[in-house]
C-alpha cells in the first residue's frame, strides 16, 4: 500500500507492557504523517502515558473504561470513527493494534475505506482489510510488530522517516507543569526514605515483586522471596540503595527490613508515579510486566524472569533493538539480563528453589559486570 490519510483511527487496547511497546509506533505514525488528524481510542493506559508523552495523538477517547453493553462500546466506536474529526468527515483509515475478530467486524461495518490489523482470519478478509503479512511473532521483539503496521500503509514514507526519528522523543518525560509535580512528589517519597537526590551519590535500584500476568500464570517468585532477594543484594552492595515497590496492601510490604540501603515504597499515585520512579533508577529487577518494558523504554537496565513462551517477543531490550536498526542510533542502548521460565520450572519445592538460586546469582552478576561499572566510570 501506499497510502497518505488524513484522518486516522488508532484502536490502542492493551495492558500496560503493550502500551509501552506502542510508543515509538505513535511517534513514527504522527512523523510518516504529520499533518493527518490522529484520534486514539483507548483505555486507562493509554490516557496515562498520553500525559506523559504529549502530542503523539489530537484526540483521546477512552471508549474502553465504563461501557455497560457491547452495543453501547460499538456506538462509541462507531461515533469516533464517523464524528471524530474537526472537519467533520469520517476517518479515512483505522489502525487496529490488537487482533479481536469482533472488533475487526465492526471496524469494517463503519464504511471506512482502509483497516489495518494483524489477523490470521483470512475469511475476513475484503479489499478494504489489509492484514499484516505473515511475521514470526514469536521469533521478533513485540515491538517490531507494530512497525510492521506502518511499513504496510506506506512503506515508502517509512523508510524515508526511520532514520530521522529521536527514539527519546518517545520516552515519557516530566517537564510540563502536572508531569513535574508528580516528579517531585517521587521525588520527596525518595527523600523520605533516605535518598536525597541532590546529595546522593548511589545509584537506585528498584526491585518490583508485582505482576498481574506472571502472577495468574505462575510465572512469578513470591513476593515474599522479592524482599528476601532485596536484603542479600542490599547486604552485598552497601555502594547502592534498593527499593522495593508495591501498590496498596499486601502482606509482604508487613516484613521487616533490616538493611539501612532497602527501603519499601509503597504507591500512593498511580502508573504515572511509578513510572517517575523507574526514570530514576539505574536498575529494575522484575518479571516480565508493564514496569520492565517501562524500564526498556526509559533506556533503564532490566533483570528480568519470563516464561518461555515469551521469549524473545517481550524480552526488555525492544528500544535498543530498535535504535541497532537506524543508521546512526538515536537512543543509548540499556542491557536487559533474563531467565526463561519453562511449563515446569516450579513443579517441586527444589525445582522452584534452584530457579529462584540461579535469578539471585544473575542479579549478583548483572549488578558486577554492568551496574557497579557505569556507577565507578560516571563518578570519575
Request: glycine share 4%.
Amino acid at each position: 500500500m501506499k497510502l497518505n490519510p488524513q484522518r486516522i483511527i488508532v484502536n490502542a487496547h492493551s495492558a500496560l507492557g503493550d502500551t509501552m511497546e506502542y510508543q515509538p509506533f505513535f511517534l513514527m505514525l504522527r512523523t510518516m504523517f504529520p499533518q493527518a488528524e490522529i484520534h486514539c481510542t483507548c483505555n486507562q493506559n493509554t490516557m496515562l502515558l498520553a500525559q506523559l508523552i504529549p502530542g503523539r495523538c489530537d484526540h483521546y477517547s477512552p471508549i474502553w473504561e465504563g461501557f455497560k453493553s457491547q452495543e453501547e462500546f460499538n456506538q462509541r466506536f462507531i461515533n469516533c470513527v464517523n464524528h471524530g474529526f474537526s472537519d467533520g468527515k469520517p476517518a479515512d483509515l483505522i489502525i487496529l493494534l490488537d487482533r479481536r475478530t469482533a472488533l475487526i467486524k465492526l471496524a469494517l461495518s463503519t464504511g471506512c475505506p482502509h483497516i489495518v490489523t494483524f489477523s490470521y482470519f483470512p475469511a475476513l478478509y475484503t479489499p478494504r482489510l489489509h492484514f499484516l503479512p505473515w511475521i514470526p511473532r514469536k521469533k521478533i521483539h513485540e515491538i517490531f510488530h507494530y512497525q510492521h503496521l506502518l511499513k504496510c500503509i506506506n512503506s515508502e514514507r517509512y523508510h524515508a522517516c526511520f532514520d530521522q526519528i529521536d527514539l527519546n522523543e518517545a520516552r515519557p518525560h516530566f517537564s510540563d507543569t502536572q508531569n513535574a509535580d508528580i516528579y517531585h512528589q517521587v521525588v520527596s517519597d525518595l527523600a523520605g526514605l533516605g535518598y536525597d537526590l541532590k546529595t546522593e551519590q548511589r545509584p537506585l535500584v528498584i526491585i518490583n515483586p508485582l505482576s498481574g500476568n506472571s502472577d495468574r500464570y505462575g510465572y512469578n517468585y513470591q513476593h515474599e522471596d522479592y524482599v528476601r532477594l532485596g536484603h542479600e543484594l542490599a547486604h552485598a552492595y552497601p555502594e547502592l540503595f534498593f527499593v522495593i515497590t508495591c501498590f496498596g496492601d499486601h502482606p509482604f510490604c508487613h516484613l521487616p527490613i533490616t538493611e539501612s540501603n532497602l527501603k519499601l515504597w509503597q504507591n500512593q499515585g498511580n502508573l504515572t508515579h511509578l513510572l517517575a520512579m523507574i526514570s530514576l533508577c539505574a536498575l529494575i529487577i522484575v518479571p516480565s510486566t508493564g514496569p520492565a518494558h517501562a524500564a526498556d523504554l526509559m533506556g533503564k537496565d532490566v533483570v528480568e524472569m519470563m516464561p518461555d513462551y515469551d521469549c524473545p517477543r517481550w524480552i526488555a531490550c525492544g528500544m535498543g533493538q530498535l535504535a541497532a536498526r537506524q543508521s546512526k542510533p538515536s537512543v543509548a542502548i540499556n542491557k536487559c539480563q533474563y531467565q526463561i521460565l519453562l511449563k515446569d520450572w516450579k513443579d517441586t519445592p527444589e525445582s522452584y528453589d534452584q530457579h529462584y538460586q540461579e535469578f539471585v546469582q544473575m542479579c549478583h552478576q548483572f549488578i558486577k559486570e554492568r551496574t557497579l561499572k557505569l556507577h565507578v566510570k560516571t563518578a570519575h
